[in-house]
C-alpha cells in the first residue's frame, strides 16, 4: 500500500506497480461522460439540491450546477422529476459471507471455534458470486463492508468492498480502504462458548477476554519493533490485527447493543491506547449519545430493529435520529440481505419516526446516515459518500424522491460506469444462470 | 342506512351515548364502497354503523374531525407469534412449537397464549389491529391450531382454532425425503377420516392428533401449509383436493410460476413480499414481483412479514410490492381485507363495512408510505393508546440532561 503511495507521488502508474498480497485488483472501467441534467440531488452531506446538473467523467463528480449544452461526446440524461444520490454505503453487511442459497456449504461467516479469531480476514470468505450482490446493487448500493460474524470477542478483519462483479474478491476490495477488526459484546460470545463450557460464559468474562488480548497485542507489538530482529517474537497472525489496531491502522467495528456495555467497551479502549470508530446494532445508543458524541464514536443502527433477542429489548425508532442530534455520527445500517436492498426506505422510516415526535430532521440528514456517515466509519470519506466535485462518481439515479416506498433506482454508477440499468444492463452471477429468474431460467 | 340512523336515534339510551362518528378526507373502505373522499364513518357499540358521503351525524355522537387523515381498516397480520414468543432467542419467553413431547396437529396456541406482551402496543401504534397467531412446526410437519387475535389492551384472544398450521418447507421431519413429510400427512389425513388410528407410538399420529386432523376434515377450517418449490406447491393443491381441504400457501417464493394451478383451485397465498432472495434450493425461483404476478393472475395475496415484533412491516412490505407492479389497491387489500377472507373471519374483518368490527387507523397519509404514521388507531369501536415500552423509554431519554432526578426516575 505504501509502495502504491510513493509510486502515485512520483507519477508512476499504480497498475505497473508491484502488487502486495490481498491487495486489490480492482480498475475503475472507462466510460463516457456523463451529465445529469436537471435532477434533485441528496448531496450526502445534509444538503438538498433544487433541480440542478451533474456533470461526471472520469470516473469524478466534475461540475455541479446549472452547465451549457455540453459537446457530442458526454451523455446526457434527462432527470426531469428524478433524484441523483451518492451511492448507498452499508458498513454493515455479510453478502458473500452468509450467500444465497443459504446452505452449510456456503455458510462461510462466523470462525465460532474460539473467542478470539483476530486471525481471520472476512474477504477470505467473501464468494463473489453471491446472488446477493446484485439485489443490493439494485438498491442503489456502491460500497459495502464485510464483517465477519459476531459469534467471538473478536471475529477478525472486515473487508470493504466495491459492489461490482467480479470474479475474485480482489476484484472488489476498495483499493486502500482500511481494514477493520470486528468485536463483539454481550449476548453472542457469551452464549455461543458459555454453551461450551468455556470462556466467556458471562459479560465480565466478555470483558476478560478482551483485555487479556490487548495485553498480549500491546506486548506484541513492543517486541515486534524490536531493533534486534532476534529478540522478535515469533509471528503470529492474530496478534498481527491487533497490533495493527494498536498502530491505528485497523478500525475498530464494535458489536455493542446495550448503552453501559458501550461504555465498558469505550474503558477497554482508552485502557489499551486503541479508537473505537463505530459501535454496531447499537440499539441502545440514544442512551448515551451525548457520550458517544464525546469520544467521536459512530453509531451504525437499523431503523426500526427490536426485540429479537433481549439486548435489543429497548429498541426505539427515534435511536438514529436521537444520536444525529446529540451531534454524534449516526448511521443507518443493514445486517441483513433484505434491508441492504432498501436502505434508502430505512433511512426513511428513522426521518419519520423522528418527524412523528416532532424532532427537526431534513431529509438531506437522513441521506447522510447512509453515504457520508458511512464512509466516514470505513475511512473512505475523502473519496465517496457525498456529490461534491473531485470525488469519485459512485452515484444513483432515482425514478423519484428516494425517501418514498415507491422509488427505484433506474442507473447506478461506480466510479462513473453504469454497473446497473434498470432498463438494460444488470449483473448475473455464475449461480443464477438458469437456476433463477434473473438468471434466464423459468 | 337512513332509515337505520333513524331508529338509532328513537333510542338515545342505547345509542347516543357512546357514538363516534369521523369525518374523514378519505376512506378506503376495502369493500365494495371503494374508496370515499369526505365521507363519515359512525361507529356505535364496537362495529361500524354506517359509512358514506354526507351522512347526517346524530345527535350525541362525538365528531373526530379528520379532513386529513386517510382512513383504512387496521391491519391484519395473517402469521405471527404474537403472544406465544416474547423474544425469539430466549427460549423461556417462547410456546411456540413443541420440540420434547411427541405431539403435532393437536397443540392449540391457545393454551399459551399470553394476554400482557409488550409486542401488542409496539404494532398496534402502527396500525396492526389483527393477527392470526400461528404455532411453529417443531416435532411434527403439522405444527397445530393456530388463533385470531385482537392487538387491544385486553381480551385479545377473538377465536381459536381458525386453522391448522404445517410445512413442507423443508425435509427435516422425516429426516431426508419431502416425499415422506407427504406420505405422512397423507397417512394421517386417510386414518383421521377413518378415525381408526389409535396408536400412541410418537412415529404415527396419536389420538389427540388424530383426533384434531378429524376436526380440520369435518369443520373446513383452513389448512395453511408453509412452501415454496413450485413442484410441491402443485402437490400440496392436489393433496388438497383429495381430501377437501381449504389450504393456503404460506411463503410461496416460487408460487408464480404455478399461478395458474392456484387461480384454478382458488388458494389463496400468504408470502413475505421481501423474500426474493434463492435462498434454498426449494426456492431459487424467489422474486421480488411474485405478488405482483400472482395478482395479475387471479390469486388471491396477503402479505406476512418474516418478524412479529415487526409485524408493523406489513404496509412497508405492501408498498414495495406496489413498486413491483401491484395494484395500490391490492396490496392495501392484501394486508387488510384479503388475510381476514383468506381465513375466512366474519364481521367485515379488515374492511370498514355496515356492521362490520370498527377497527380502524387514520393515516397522515398514503398508509402503504414510509413517510406516513398512524395518527390513531380504534380496535372494536375503542380508541386505543398510543404508547408503548418504545414510546416510554424514547420520552425518558430524549433530552440527555445531567440536571434533575437520575434517569430512573423520569
Not at chain 1, 470486528?182 to 463450557?197: D, L, T
Not at chain 1, 426513511?348 to 423522528?354: D, E, G, Q, V, W
Request: proline share 5%; glycine share 10%; with cysteine.
Amino acid at each position: 500500500m505504501k509502495h502504491l503511495l510513493l509510486l502515485a507521488l512520483l507519477g508512476i502508474s499504480a497498475a505497473s506497480a508491484a502488487r502486495e498480497p490481498y491487495d486489490s485488483t480492482y480498475e475503475v472501467r472507462a466510460a463516457s461522460a456523463t451529465l445529469f441534467r436537471n435532477v434533485s440531488v441528496y448531496t450526502g452531506d445534509g444538503r438538498t439540491l433544487e433541480p440542478t446538473d451533474v456533470l461526471v467523467s472520469g470516473g469524478k463528480i466534475q461540475r455541479i450546477g446549472e452547465q451549457p449544452v455540453p459537446a457530442d461526446d458526454i451523455a446526457v440524461i434527462e432527470g426531469e422529476g428524478r433524484w441523483l444520490t451518492p451511492g448507498i454505503i452499508d458498513v454493515h453487511s455479510h453478502l458473500g459471507n452468509y450467500p444465497s442459497p443459504a446452505v452449510p456449504s456456503t455458510s462461510d461467516g462466523n470462525e465460532s471455534v474460539l473467542p478470539n479469531t483476530a486471525s481471520v480476514w472476512a474477504e477470505h470468505s467473501v464468494w463473489p458470486q453471491d446472488p446477493q450482490f446484485a439485489l443490493a446493487l439494485a438498491g442503489g448500493v456502491t460500497t459495502l463492508q464485510i464483517l465477519p460474524g459476531s459469534a467471538n470477542l473478536f471475529g477478525g478483519r472486515g473487508v470493504t468492498l466495491k459492489n461490482v462483479p467480479a470474479r475474485t474478491v480482489q476484484g472488489m476490495k476498495f483499493p486502500d480502504a482500511p481494514q477493520s477488526l470486528k468485536m463483539a459484546c454481550g449476548e453472542n460470545p457469551k452464549r455461543v462458548y458459555g454453551q461450551r463450557i468455556l470462556p466467556p460464559a458471562t459479560r465480565m468474562g466478555n470483558v476478560a477476554g478482551y483485555r487479556a488480548a490487548w495485553a498480549k497485542a500491546a506486548e506484541y507489538r513492543d517486541k515486534r519493533a524490536h531493533a534486534d530482529a532476534e529478540k522478535r517474537p515469533e509471528r503470529d497472525i492474530g496478534l498481527d490485527t491487533l497490533a495493527s489496531v494498536l498502530d491505528g491502522n485497523i478500525l475498530v467495528h464494535n458489536h455493542c447493543y446495550r448503552a453501559d456495555e458501550m461504555a465498558v467497551m469505550i474503558d477497554v479502549a482508552k485502557e489499551f491506547g486503541y479508537r473505537i470508530t463505530a459501535f454496531h446494532h447499537a440499539v441502545e445508543s440514544y442512551k448515551v449519545a451525548d457520550l458517544l458524541a464525546r469520544e467521536g464514536i459512530c453509531s451504525a443502527m437499523w431503523a426500526d430493529w427490536w426485540g429479537f433477542k433481549l439486548e435489543a429489548f429497548d429498541g426505539v425508532s427515534q435511536n438514529v435520529a436521537l444520536v444525529d442530534q446529540a451531534g454524534a455520527c449516526a448511521i443507518v445500517h443493514s445486517d441483513s440481505p433484505i434491508g441492504i436492498q432498501r436502505l434508502n426506505q430505512e433511512a426513511a422510516k428513522a426521518l419519520t419516526a423522528a418527524r412523528r415526535v416532532g424532532m427537526d430532521v431534513s431529509a438531506g440528514t437522513a441521506w447522510q446516515w447512509i453515504s457520508l456517515n458511512a464512509a466516514r466509519a470505513l475511512g473512505i470519506a475523502e473519496r465517496t459518500g457525498s456529490i461534491e466535485v473531485g470525488k469519485a462518481a459512485d452515484v444513483v439515479l432515482w425514478n423519484r424522491d428516494p425517501l418514498s416506498v415507491y422509488a427505484k433506482a433506474d442507473l447506478v454508477l461506480i466510479d462513473g460506469f453504469t454497473y446497473f440499468d434498470r432498463e438494460g444492463r444488470r449483473p448475473v452471477s455464475d449461480f443464477s444462470l438458469e437456476h433463477t429468474a434473473a438468471g434466464g431460467g423459468a | 342506512m337512513r332509515a337505520w340512523i333513524g331508529l338509532v336515534c328513537l333510542l338515545p339510551g342505547l345509542a347516543t351515548a357512546e357514538g363516534i362518528a369521523i369525518r374523514a378526507g378519505k376512506v378506503h373502505t376495502v369493500a365494495e364502497a371503494g374508496v370515499l373522499t369526505d365521507a363519515t364513518i359512525l361507529v356505535l357499540d364496537g362495529v361500524v354503523q354506517a359509512v358514506g358521503a354526507g351522512l347526517p351525524v346524530p345527535p350525541g355522537y362525538t365528531v373526530v374531525d379528520a379532513a386529513d387523515a386517510v382512513v383504512t381498516p387496521g391491519l391484519v397480520a395473517p402469521y405471527t407469534r404474537f403472544g406465544i414468543q416474547e423474544i425469539e432467542l430466549e427460549a423461556s419467553t417462547r410456546d411456540d412449537a413443541v420440540v420434547a413431547y411427541p405431539l403435532g396437529p393437536a397443540l392449540d396456541v391457545a393454551d399459551a397464549f399470553d394476554d400482557s406482551s409488550t409486542l401488542y402496543a409496539v404494532n398496534r401504534r402502527d396500525g396492526v389491529t389483527r393477527a392470526v397467531v400461528a404455532p411453529r412446526p417443531g416435532n411434527d410437519p403439522l405444527a397445530g391450531w393456530g388463533a385470531l387475535i385482537r392487538l387491544s389492551q385486553s381480551e385479545q384472544l377473538a377465536d381459536t382454532r381458525v386453522a391448522m398450521f404445517g410445512t413442507l418447507a423443508t425435509n427435516e421431519f422425516s429426516g431426508g425425503s419431502t416425499a415422506a413429510v407427504f406420505q405422512r400427512l397423507r397417512e394421517g389425513l386417510t386414518n383421521a377420516r377413518r378415525r381408526a388410528q389409535r396408536s400412541v407410538d410418537s412415529r404415527e399420529y396419536r389420538y389427540a392428533d388424530s383426533e384434531a386432523l378429524h376436526a380440520l376434515q369435518q369443520s373446513g377450517a383452513p389448512l395453511v401449509l408453509e412452501v415454496h418449490r413450485s413442484a410441491d406447491i402443485r402437490r400440496a393443491v392436489d393433496l388438497a383436493e383429495t381430501f377437501s381441504l381449504r389450504l393456503i400457501i404460506l411463503g410461496g417464493s416460487e408460487a408464480w410460476k404455478v399461478a395458474d394451478v392456484l387461480a384454478a383451485a382458488d388458494v389463496p397465498v400468504i408470502i413475505d413480499g421481501f423474500a426474493n432472495r434463492p435462498s434454498g434450493f426449494d426456492r431459487l425461483g424467489a422474486r421480488s414481483d411474485n405478488a405482483a404476478m400472482l395478482h395479475a393472475a387471479g390469486v388471491r395475496v396477503s402479505f406476512t412479514s418474516e418478524e412479529t415484533q415487526n409485524a408493523r412491516w406489513v404496509r412497508q412490505i405492501a408498498g414495495n410490492a406496489v413498486a413491483e407492479g401491484m395494484p395500490w389497491e391490492a396490496a392495501l387489500a392484501a394486508i387488510t381485507a384479503q388475510p381476514a377472507l383468506t381465513f375466512g373471519f366474519p364481521n367485515g374483518v379488515g374492511q370498514i363495512v355496515e356492521g362490520g368490527v370498527a377497527d380502524l387507523v387514520l393515516w397522515t397519509g398514503d398508509p402503504l408510505e414510509v413517510t406516513t404514521w398512524a395518527e390513531r388507531v380504534m380496535i372494536d369501536g375503542v380508541w386505543q393508546p398510543m404508547h408503548s415500552r418504545q414510546t416510554r423509554l424514547y420520552e425518558r431519554y430524549r433530552s440527555l440532561d445531567a440536571e434533575g432526578l437520575p434517569y430512573g426516575y423520569r
